[in-house]
């Protein structure tokens, strides 16, 4: 049973570039959330995806914006890059019911020059 | 802002029990407390999850007090695989309900040898 998975592993980019990364998630799970992890503090919640459209969003700009493709798989992507963004990004899949446990994958390690 | 509180660190022996506590004093009833945890640069993981009752599983305990305001996260005989840095979190598990898994910084367990 395919767990979590996520690409690029690692990425450089320069300022104002855009970026994006991938998930696919854990077989069986409809739903996709991601999360934006600084160095040195816990994840931050960005956005969910269910049903191909954002059903929630965190406090973050509208440079970051997502997709859920009908297979479930989803994409995170972020325009004009600022060196702020730095950080590794995480994705989580779980199912729309109510015990809504969300599995993580290893995430994309971003770095903004 | 998380509902809980945690100590920044703890240290345990290899191979006794590792014992971590959580302060979540303003928990709705119908809010769950999970714990994840989150090895050096890795996506978090999924440990246990409960709402009112102890619950174990084959990677630890959870034990809730009564009045729900705490509980403590049990690993019955830590190995250095367990050193982490561990999170608690409160949620409803109710879909799309607004709420989303809020990590503070939780706290870094160190097996020690």
């Known amino acids: 049973d395919a767990g979590v998975t996520q690409s690029p592993t690692h990425l450089i980019k320069t300022r104002g570039q855009q970026v994006t990364l991938r998930c696919s998630p854990k077989?069986?799970?409809?739903?996709v959330s991601w999360y934006q992890q600084a160095l040195g503090q816990g994840p931050q919640f960005i956005f969910q995806?269910?049903?191909?459209?954002?059903?929630q969003r965190g406090n973050f700009p509208d440079r970051f914006s997502g997709h859920q493709f009908p297979n479930y798989s989803s994409e995170l992507n972020v325009n004009a890059l600022l060196l702020g963004d730095s950080a590794l990004y995480l994705c989580?899949?779980?199912?729309?019911?109510?015990?809504?446990?969300?599995?993580f994958g290893p995430g994309t390690r971003l770095l903004v020059l | 802002d998380a509902k809980t509180t945690q100590p920044p660190s703890m240290d345990c022996a290899e191979g006794r029990a590792a014992n971590l506590p959580c302060n979540h004093s303003?928990?709705?009833?119908?809010?769950?407390v999970y714990w994840y945890r989150q090895i050096h640069s890795q996506g978090p993981q999924y440990i246990i999850h409960?709402?009112?009752n102890n619950e174990t599983n084959e990677m630890a305990s959870l034990i809730i007090t009564e009045d729900r305001k705490s509980s403590t996260l049990i690993l019955p005989h830590a190995t250095l695989r367990d050193t982490a840095v561990y999170y608690c979190?409160?949620?409803?598990?109710?879909?799309?309900?607004?709420?989303?898994?809020?990590f503070g910084p939780g706290t870094r367990l160190s097996v020690l040898p």
């Open positions: 303003t928990i709705s009833g119908n809010e769950y």
């Open positions: 979190i409160v949620r409803v598990s109710v879909p799309f309900s607004g709420q989303n898994f809020v």
């Open positions: 989580a899949s779980s199912l729309a019911q109510p015990q809504e446990t969300q599995y």
């Open positions: 409960g709402l009112k």
């Open positions: 995806y269910y049903e191909e459209e954002e059903r």
């Open positions: 077989s069986g799970h409809d739903t």
